[in-house]
């Protein structure tokens, strides 16, 4: 059973995310990029390192990536109080890109609740805020 619920888990997200990216189609930005502007969006500004780590990447890639979402206006770089220490934070710009994204995302699951029925979506709706929670107690622990 657990091979399986991480299977469907994954093919979910996995689908739901592609039908989201459809949408960069219409940005100068690729996959990656995406994350990292996602990553500032949720999270707000990071440091250079807690962004290198939270993505998975190295920060000579992480630099790159960076150096170009800056030179397209989607991001911003900040210099912190210690001078060696950048801030990077997503623009305006660049948060159109990921709420553009997102409202793609709640279409596609909008489509999909429709055939469900709002029984059966009222349903799963709960059962997944407790998986969730009980995912949250697992990685804490």
Do not use: W
Not at 79 to 105: H, L, N
Not at 112 to 125: A, F, K, R, T
């Amino acid at each position: 059973m657990k091979k399986e619920l991480e299977k469907i888990l994954r093919d979910i997200c996995f689908i739901v995310k592609i039908e989201g990216r459809l949408v960069l189609k219409n940005y100068p930005i690729t996959a990656a990029q995406f994350d990292l502007l996602q990553r500032l969006y949720f999270k707000g500004p990071m440091k250079m390192t807690e962004l290198s780590t939270s993505l998975g990447i190295a920060k000579s890639t992480l630099s790159g990536i960076v150096q170009r979402l800056e030179n397209i206006g989607y991001v911003s770089r900040i210099r912190g109080k210690d001078k060696r220490v950048f801030m990077i934070s997503i623009t305006e710009v660049g948060k159109s890109v990921v709420k553009s994204v997102i409202e793609k995302r709640v279409e596609f699951i909008g489509k999909v609740v429709n055939v469900m029925g709002e029984e059966h979506s009222m349903e799963l709706l709960k059962i997944l805020q407790r998986f969730k929670e009980e995912i949250e107690k697992c990685r804490s622990s």
